[in-house]
């Protein structure tokens, strides 16, 4: 629920009021200190903060709050003049004036969402540029409703008048509008300086308003710069609020600040004005373009981080990968040794049991010795040992091998093992392709229990697209996407080894990859899949071999 969306529930809708009611009441209650404390006799008052809670209100509100909004400041607008004595054409006419502000500026920055977030120099500059255009149409309309209301206002009002909206919104727009937890970081780590550093402003805008000369500003500016290194733009806000309200106690109590003799009550209080939009317009850029080029600091230093560990993982696989990919053959040579002595076994007994025990263990072997095939295959590819080696040649006597060297499976499940070849040539790397093929037809096979698997092929856009077709148990939709991952059996729960580890696929897809030839699969559940590789026509049949 937000504060002030649109309301779901009846309790939502008692709550929305509250909070209207509340915008209304605070609105009220600041604009009657202002009016009250900074006018000085006269018809401006030189610090207006009312127009900033209500923006901040606005850039949160969703659209549809909006008139309610506006209606319930209005009336907040309206009281805090009459209990200060305004006449009502002089009230309307500044609250034409205040809510042409306010609806300005709170379109513009919720158009300009990482403006009040201080996320950068572009940011900080588009809020500075918004809050200035903003107080300037203010002043304008002002002097227009101003003087049709029969009270006209000064040109040295009207340039208070800005100077006070301004100040306004640049000082209390973002402390209304709340910073991100991260922006007070900085406060947070170190309190009691922060503290310190307040009280050492208090006690220079002291100096200030109890002495004449320029000594106690001049060192307000540098310790706003340093306040802006330390403590960011938190910092640099709330500094800027604490000399606000410091030298607005001292008003009260009728002391000017920086009184010089020779300028007016109004004077003094527009230069002090100038001073403090000085501090803001310089301490506030400089703030947010240093928590800016601090935080693209973390961000390079994680991206090496990042990268270091990246690189590391990637030569640590790539030893792995070399290292088993060069020891295939010791890895290899046991197994064949075992199946050697097996077949030596197996022809000198005479004993049918012990016979069949032999075959049962050499077809264990044989299902070893697969699956070290798949892990090797995967390791030298991922090592980058195995590269293509292209050339033309026609495919008819590689699509006939492939079906001599499978039928044997095939007919020990019943299948039926057909091929549909064309006379065609392709130029690519004829051991990775054939082994492309025979991983699909290995996969068909085991998946099909009964009918028929198809090998073949046809021409399209310059392309052979060779097919391996089975009617097979089929593919869900939604598994279609998995069947080419690592160790993916869509039909082996139990994890039986004698199926294999579910790589088939995925060095298909890797060799396929590899060649730069595309890959696909169709399927539907209960009538079968077909898997496809389009490889590239040669471009002279005659130079196929």
């Known amino acids: ?56 209100a606005l850039i949160v509100a969703t659209r549809a709050r909006w008139p309610a909004l506006l209606l319930s400041a209005a009336a907040g607008h309206v009281l805090a003049h009459v209990l200060v004595g305004d006449a009502l054409p002089i009230t309307f006419a500044f609250l034409v004036s205040d809510f042409a502000e306010i609806a300005l500026c709170a379109t513009l920055l919720r158009a300009r969402p990482d403006a009040l977030t201080f996320q950068g120099r572009i940011g900080v500059s ?7 255009g903003s107080a300037v149409a203010s002043t304008a309309v002002a002097a227009l409703t101003t003087s049709i209301a029969g009270a006209p206002l000064g040109a040295f009002d009207l340039l208070v008048w800005f100077a006070g909206d301004t100040l306004g919104l640049l000082v209390f727009l973002p402390l209304f509008y709340g910073f991100a937890a991260r922006q007070w970081r900085r406060v947070r780590a170190k309190p009691w300086l922060f503290a310190a550093a307040l009280v050492l402003i208090v006690a220079l805008a002291s100096i200030d308003a109890l002495t004449y000369g320029p000594l106690a500003r001049l060192i307000l500016m540098p310790l ?166 292209p050339r033309s040649f026609a495919i008819g006597e590689m699509l006939q091998r492939l079906i001599a060297s499978n039928a044997p499976h095939a007919e020990a499940k019943g299948l039926e093992l057909a091929l549909q070849a064309l006379p065609v040539s392709v130029y690519s790397d004829a051991n990775l392709v054939e082994r492309v093929l025979a991983n699909f037809l290995s996969n068909a096979i085991r998946y099909t229990p009964a009918g028929k698997v198809t090998l073949w092929c046809e021409e399209r856009n310059g392309h052979a697209v060779i097919h391996v077709t089975d009617t097979g148990i089929g593919i869900p939709p939604e598994a279609l996407c998995a069947v080419f991952d690592d160790y993916v059996q869509l039909n082996n729960p139990e994890r039986e080894r004698d199926k ?43 130079d196929a071999r």
Request: proline share 4%.
């Open 224 to 389: 706003m710069v340093i306040i802006a290194f330390e403590f960011g733009v938190v910092g640099v806000e709330i500094s800027i609020g604490t000399l606000l309200l410091a030298w607005t106690a001292f008003m009260l109590a009728g002391i000017l600040p920086g009184d010089w003799p020779e300028f007016g009550t109004r004077t003094t209080l527009l230069l002090a004005q100038a001073f403090i939009a000085a501090i803001a317009l310089t301490s506030m850029p400089l703030a947010v373009m240093l928590e800016e080029r601090e935080r693209n600091s973390l961000k390079l230093a994680q991206a090496a981080k990042e990268e270091a560990a990246k690189i590391e993982a990637e030569k640590a696989n790539a030893f792995k990968s070399r290292l088993i990919a060069m020891a295939s053959h010791d890895l290899r040579q046991p197994l064949q040794a075992a199946h050697a002595y097996l077949d030596v076994l197996e022809a000198r007994l005479t004993d049918a049991h012990l016979r069949g025990v032999c075959v049962n263990a050499g077809q264990a072997l044989d299902t070893m010795n697969n699956i070290l095939d798949s892990l090797l295959d995967v390791t030298r590819l991922d090592a980058g040992i195995i590269a293509p080696r």
């Open 500 to 542: 294999g580890l579910g790589l088939g696929l995925t060095i298909a897809k890797r060799m396929a990859a590899l060649l730069g030839h595309p890959i696909a699969v169709q399927s539907k559940i209960g009538e079968g899949s077909t898997f496809s590789i389009t490889v590239p026509l040669a471009e002279s049949p005659k």
């Open 126 to 132: 588009y809020f500075i540029v918004i809050c200035v």
């Open 1 to 56: 629920m937000v504060w002030f969306g649109a309301p779901d529930t009846a309790k939502d809708a008692q709550l929305s009021l509250v909070r209207l009611v509340g915008v209304g009441a605070a609105y009220c209650a600041v604009a009657y200190l202002c009016l009250s404390l900074t006018r000085f006799g006269a018809s401006v008052e030189s610090i207006w903060a009312p127009n900033a809670l209500l923006s901040a």
